[in-house]
């Protein structure tokens, strides 16, 4: 996945849980966890056995799943890294890939990170760390400065769509953060290129210090 993304085929992801053979449960799990954040996700298997979109960054040649060392290139501990990723520049990923484990190490670059269910902070010096991850949970991280949009999820896009939206901030250090969201009718073709969608950026800042008169 992240090979096609740095080759500019963004619309990439595997058959979950596995297309030949028969899977084990926990490894589906844990795979169907991980392929909620492919950028083309499909439940999918061969006729025998049991068993999306694109961000319109890609059109400007942003990855959606990106490498680590994309954003921290002067990081060489991240050069390595195929078992985490980032979606987008702010949502680290760090996925369990092996079976009988409930914790997963990841590697977390300098800098202030967020637990994205708790909002516990992480100060890191870039450092290995490692997490808990029972069966039902994938850890996500937000890095600071981000501003994502949320929707509750349903069955179909239909559905989800029209929930209310809520934005999630991991503020930096100086209190500010940015973010954006693309948003079309999720049916029309080349929304992009017809110009028949809205783009809205999220800004938050600091307010100053009121000064005494």
Known sequence: MLTFNLLGVPLVGADICGFSEQTE???????????AFYPFTRNHNSIDQKCSTV??????????????????????????????????????????????????VGYFPQGLWYDYYTGDSIRSKGEE??????????????????VIPTQ???TTLFVSSGQPLHLVSSLSEDGSAGGELFWDDGESIDTFET????????????????RDS
């Not at 760390?129 to 981000?146: D, F, W």
Request: glycine share 6%; hydrophobic share 40%; charged share 25%.
């Open 25 to 35: 449960e926990e490894l589906c799990v844990r795979w169907t966890q991980l392929g």
């Open 55 to 104: 961000p319109p960054r890609a059109h400007t040649g942003h990855t959606v799943a990106r490498p680590l060392l994309f954003e921290f290139p002067k990081d060489v501990r991240t050069y390595g890294i195929d078992r985490q990723f980032l979606w987008g520049k702010s949502l680290m990923v760090t996925p369990v890939l092996d079976p009988g484990v409930d914790y997963v």
């Open 129 to 146: 760390l490692r997490l808990k991850a029972p069966l039902e949970h994938i850890n996500l991280h937000l890095r600071e400065g981000a």
């Open 152 to 154: 509750r999820p349903n």
């Open 195 to 210: 110009d028949q969608y809205a783009h809205v950026v999220f800004t938050v800042v600091k307010p100053a210090a009121k």
